[in-house]
């Protein structure tokens, strides 16, 4: 169990770091754009559409990382003030409504990715560059994050049940 646990994480952490690099195109193409709009009155047709396919692969792909890296957006003014056991608690508590949340977005995520790679589905704008493969990354992603919100929610009852069970 521990191995799966190790390789869903390192996982998680590798998807993240990687693409995490998409970063540094995405500032390039966005100065490229400034530069011809506003410098060569130019504007470029195609900056917008991959800085939108870029963004969305960093985002489906970093959602892992973040939760791997306790980096989720949390009400922290209450969580702060109770203990790391109650804490805990609090954690198993609420991992099975996301897991379950989760679960649903990818049951419906599954018909809507397969449609749009069976036509293979494009932007609806001038350039029109294809959207499935961002539709594949996006299911991926929310399968990563799934994993990962299984592993901390097992790890967060493995620590529970021992002794101390404080989380550290």
Known sequence: MQGVMRAIDNMNDWAGKTVAWLLVP?????????????????PT????????????AV????????????????VDVLITRVSPRTRLWV????????IVFIG????RLIPY???SVRVLANYTSAWGPPIWPLKILMTLGFIALLLQA???????VISLRSPGGTGS
């Open 150 to 156: 299984l592993v901390n929610w097992t790890r967060n």
């Open 104 to 107: 649903i977005l990818i049951y």
């Open 91 to 98: 954690e198993v508590i609420v991992y099975p409504v996301l």
């Open 113 to 115: 990715t397969w449609m």
């Open 26 to 42: 995405m500032v390039f193409i966005t100065v490229f754009e400034v530069v011809m709009r506003y410098v060569f009155n130019m």
């Open 45 to 56: 047709w195609w900056a917008w559409d991959v800085n939108r396919q870029l963004q969305g």
């Open 59 to 74: 985002v489906v792909m970093g959602i892992g990382y973040a939760l791997l890296h306790d980096n989720h957006v949390r």
